[in-house]
């Protein structure tokens, strides 16, 4: 009788610890997916900011809007395999010209973690075209998480 109720015992503790190191094996999991999205937007920010300083320079060579209806770029465009990139495309330009004219950019940042976590980032960049302008005339208008498609 003592080896029957030991062995119950024996098994319910078993089932037990093998139920605690599941839940451990997937909080650890979880965890993991958490810090590559964190770095994949770490990413993705550089990117941004890596963009946003090229428009300023005047070094980026930003693509046209895409026509009425057609896919927006960050969706057809091939983007490398690395850690961040981004695209740069030319919205508007706004203002009277030409002390208070600034040209409005849409940037879109792709950035990659560890994993295969991906995250996607937007931005409207405004830029003053009148040189000695106001530097507060220059920066994001606008900042947004893209969805997964």
């Known amino acids: 009788m003592v080896l029957l109720i030991s062995l119950?015992?024996?098994l319910s503790l078993t089932l037990a610890a093998v139920s605690a190191a599941q839940t451990t094996v997937l909080e650890l999991r979880m965890a993991r997916n958490g810090r590559d999205a964190t770095i994949a937007f770490?990413?993705?920010e550089a990117a941004l900011s890596e963009a946003e300083s090229a428009i300023v320079a005047g070094t980026v060579s930003p693509l046209s809007p895409p026509a009425y209806g057609a896919a927006p770029p960050w969706q057809s465009h091939d983007?490398?395999?690395?850690d961040s990139a981004?695209?740069?495309e030319a919205v508007a330009t706004v203002g009277e010209p030409p002390s208070s004219q600034i040209a409005v950019f849409?940037?879109?940042a792709r950035g990659q973690g560890p994993g295969g976590a991906v995250a996607w980032l937007q931005t409207t960049y405004g830029r003053s075209n009148a040189a000695g302008a106001d530097p507060r005339m220059t920066g994001r208008l606008s900042w947004v998480a893209l969805p997964a498609w």
């Open 106 to 108: 849409r940037v879109t």
């Open 86 to 88: 981004y695209i740069v």
């Open 79 to 82: 983007w490398p395999d690395s």
């Open 42 to 44: 770490h990413a993705a």
């Open 8 to 10: 119950g015992l024996l």
